[in-house]
């Protein structure tokens, strides 16, 4: 279970009486749930830069003690002259990674926190911060996702721990570190193509896995789907997105509990449907796993790709109903993200497919 920072309150840009400046923020370290805050203390670096080039304005540290639920973040005295300029706060842990620019999305090396930074304020922007956070991941030496969520508590506007392993996996496939586990998908990602890869993505919140996976493969047209609710921060996200070459991203909203629209088989084939962290509902599954029977009914040839935390028993189901569905698991690996105190939480990865191969 990763670690998330997130404001619950913004930065805000205040001018003292005596002529400075202040910026303050309210945060919490949750998790992505919002069940739980981090119990162990942590020691944070926290950084006011330039929004344009990054520049270091002011940083100090802060720390989050075990047991409390928020940490207030006060700046100050800050000169009067840069309020004149877009600014941004930048809040992470001290150790591992804060030399690096983001967090690493490595196999070997998952942060336990996940670090934020704020939306610009400042200068012709408002005093006070959108209400978003932005995670800066490093998938691999060459691919940097960025990725908005909004602060409040919506289920569909962040980003679960689920989508931070689906992100790990399809890397690993990509660059052949599976070579055992996977080898359908694995087959499917790693396969000479001269037309794109059709991938549509479930549930997809705020983006993040079909943004990687456009972000890190070549010829890959990625499909994300998810209640309407989404649509102002997914767009953010593919607008803020870097698709790798003949790569490319849209959204559209798509409801389980709709019928499928009669477009959706009109086009190209669909080859890979992803689903991260979908199945915490119980009451949701039959229209989901409704929907994923009738890809495959349509695409015989796709794989599903299913990411899930296990959360509670209901969710058992999901497995029952993928069963009478017809479709058949065809691997499981498993990815271990940390969790406080040194222990470890396991995601299960299942690929499925309409037929065994
Ligand atoms: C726990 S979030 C996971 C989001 C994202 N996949 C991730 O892993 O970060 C579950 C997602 O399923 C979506 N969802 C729930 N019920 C849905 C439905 N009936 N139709 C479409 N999407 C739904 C939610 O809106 C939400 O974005």
Same mark, same amino acid.
């Given at each position: ?80 002259? $840069?309020? +004149?300029?877009?600014? !941004? ?9 804060? *030399?690096?620019?983001? #967090? %690493? ?121 998810? $209640?309407? +609710?989404?649509?102002? !921060? ?9 698709? *790798?070459?003949?790569? #490319? %991203? ?108």
């Amino acid at each position: 279970m990763v670690y998330y920072i997130r404001f619950l309150k913004t930065p805000r840009l205040q001018k003292q009486k005596i002529g400075a400046l202040t910026v303050s923020a309210l945060i919490c370290i949750t998790t992505d749930l919002g069940d739980a805050f981090l119990a162990q203390d942590e020691d944070l670096l926290v950084t006011l830069r330039l929004a344009s080039d990054g520049k270091i304005l002011c940083r100090g540290r802060l720390q989050w003690q075990g047991g409390k639920r928020e940490l207030p973040i006060s700046m100050r005295p800050l000169p009067v002259r $840069l309020a +004149e300029q877009p600014m !941004i706060l930048e809040v992470k842990p001290c150790d591992s990674q804060s *030399a690096g620019p983001d #967090s %690493l999305l490595d196999q070997h090396e998952i942060p336990l926190i996940i670090s934020g930074w704020s939306a610009a304020f400042g200068g012709p922007h408002s005093p006070v911060s959108e209400k978003l956070i932005e995670r800066r991941f490093s998938i691999n030496q060459t691919t940097r996702l960025s990725v908005w969520e909004e602060t409040g508590n919506s289920i569909a506007r962040h980003i679960w721990d689920a989508a931070i392993a689906s992100v790990i996996y399809l890397q690993q496939l990509i660059t052949g570190d599976q070579l055992q586990s996977n080898k359908a998908l694995q087959r499917l990602l790693r396969s000479e193509r001269n037309t794109p890869l059709h991938v549509i993505e479930l549930g997809s919140g705020c983006g993040i896995v079909g943004i990687a996976l456009a972000s890190l493969l070549h010829q890959c047209s990625v499909l994300l789907t998810d $209640l309407p +609710e989404v649509k102002e !921060i997914v767009t953010k996200n593919i607008a803020a997105a870097r698709p *790798a070459r003949l790569s #490319s %991203l849209q959204y559209r909203p798509l409801d389980w509990e709709d019928k499928l629209p009669d477009d959706f088989f009109d086009g190209p084939s669909i080859d890979l449907v992803l689903v991260s962290d979908c199945t915490y509902n119980a009451d949701s599954l039959p229209a989901l796993v409704s929907v994923l029977g009738r890809l495959i009914k349509s695409f015989p040839g796709a794989l599903i790709l299913v990411a899930l935390k296990r959360r509670h028993e209901s969710e058992g189901v999901f497995f029952d109903l993928m069963q009478s569905a017809g479709l058949k698991t065809l691997s499981l690996h498993r990815i271990e993200l940390p969790s406080q105190h040194g222990k470890c939480e396991e995601i299960e990865l299942y690929c499925y497919g309409g037929v065994e191969r």
